[in-house]
């Protein structure tokens, strides 16, 4: 008999950032393949986005506060079904339910606490090690934020499993064949405005007045539970902080190149939809990235601009065939992150649970 599968709603309140978009393409998969889902939200909450069908939306009566639906009134409410599992998507669940599988997407909080606001910070280092020792199971983004969980948690490694994150199929280009090699005269950077992703490094490196040529564009916003970021913008440098995934698509198409300077990650989401997009990358040399990549990006040194600048320039002396032999090696290899084999990897999980 198939579990009913539970799905703690509560990130459909929040502006859609990466790790609410693994929450929502993992749930369209589950209900395009079938299964019985059905989406908890607290009541008369406002949503900031909701693309599942109504009729599997359903109001928990409870606290309208969100934190103590989640802890309370989720928990009481599925203590009166049989036969389910919870899954909490964006790293807090409730500490309260013996049938929750828990995404944690990676272990920034513990890195470095500075790039958060003291009070996102001080609650996820309460929650995130209980919540992760009384989940039913534990599923992460990539192996490397495996290696980091097991080893700041104490979880037993056979304990975590990886469901990784995967481009949206308005990102996918169909084969080679659909790619455009001519670029127009722009870098991108996606991500939000948030002092892990070191935008800075970028926003100075464009700032020189030897790059004054170059032009980039900047698709992200602030997000509240990271500490401010301050800049100047320069004039060759253009910031959408509302751009539909269109939009982003149409962009990542044009680029002559994605630049993404973050110090951390557990994944990347704008990595594999601009590899999936055709759009070159120059990189972090980040652990994970090198995990999803490979050998697909120009990587430097994120604490350095001079790095920075020696990557672009390798990039822009690469010759042409080269340059397209590399762009059709980051599609086939962009094709081993998906939604469907996430989220059959997740069902998996959810069998043996």
């Known amino acids: ?50 693309p599942f069908p109504e009729v599997l939306i359903k109001e928990v009566r409870g606290y309208k506060s969100r934190l103590l639906w989640e ?23 409730t500490l309260y339910d013996k049938n929750q599988i828990l995404c944690i997407h990676d272990m920034s909080y513990a890195v470095n606490p500075s790039w958060f606001t003291k009070s996102f910070a001080r609650y996820y280092r309460i929650m995130i090690p209980r919540l992760a020792k009384r ?42 064949s659909n790619i455009s ?14 002092p892990r992703k070191n935008i800075n490094l970028i926003i100075d490196f464009f700032s020189k007045p030897e790059q004054s040529h170059q032009k980039l564009v900047i698709v992200g916003a602030k997000i509240k539970s990271f500490n401010e970021v301050n800049f ?21 198409r044009r680029a002559k190149a994605m630049i993404n300077p973050s110090f951390y990650e557990g994944f990347g989401i704008p990595v594999v939809e601009a590899m999936a997009s055709g759009c070159p990358l120059i990189l972090s040399n980040l652990e994970v990235y090198r995990e999803i990549a490979e050998e697909g990006a120009f990587y430097f040194d994120p604490y350095s601009t001079e790095s920075l600048s ?31 084999k996430s989220s059959y990897a997740l069902l998996n999980v959810i069998n043996q649970a």
């Open 1 to 50: 008999m198939k579990k009913k599968i539970y799905v703690n709603g509560k990130f459909l309140a929040h502006r859609v950032t990466g790790v609410h978009r693994y929450a929502i393409e993992i749930v369209k998969k589950l209900i395009e393949f079938g299964e019985d889902v059905e989406i908890l939200v607290p009541p008369h909450m406002p949503f900031a986005s909701n």
């Open 71 to 93: 802890h309370f009134s989720l928990p009481a409410y599925l203590k009166k079904q049989k036969n389910y599992v919870l899954l909490s998507l964006c790293n807090i669940g």
């Open 135 to 176: 989940a039913k199971r534990l599923i992460t983004v990539s192996e490397f934020s495996k290696r980091q969980i097991t080893e700041q948690l104490g979880i037993k490694y056979e304990d975590v499993s990886v469901v990784y994150n995967a481009p949206a199929d308005k990102f996918n280009a169909v084969s080679t």
């Open 181 to 194: 090699y001519s670029k127009d005269d722009f870098f991108l950077f996606v991500g939000s405005m948030d």
């Open 232 to 252: 100047q913008i320069p004039s060759n440098v253009k910031v959408l902080d509302n751009c539909n995934d269109d939009e982003l698509a149409a962009l990542y």
């Open 310 to 340: 020696a990557a672009v320039e390798r990039f822009q002396h690469t010759q042409e065939d080269e340059m397209h032999k590399l762009i059709d090696e980051n599609i086939t290899r962009s094709k081993d992150f998906s939604w469907e």
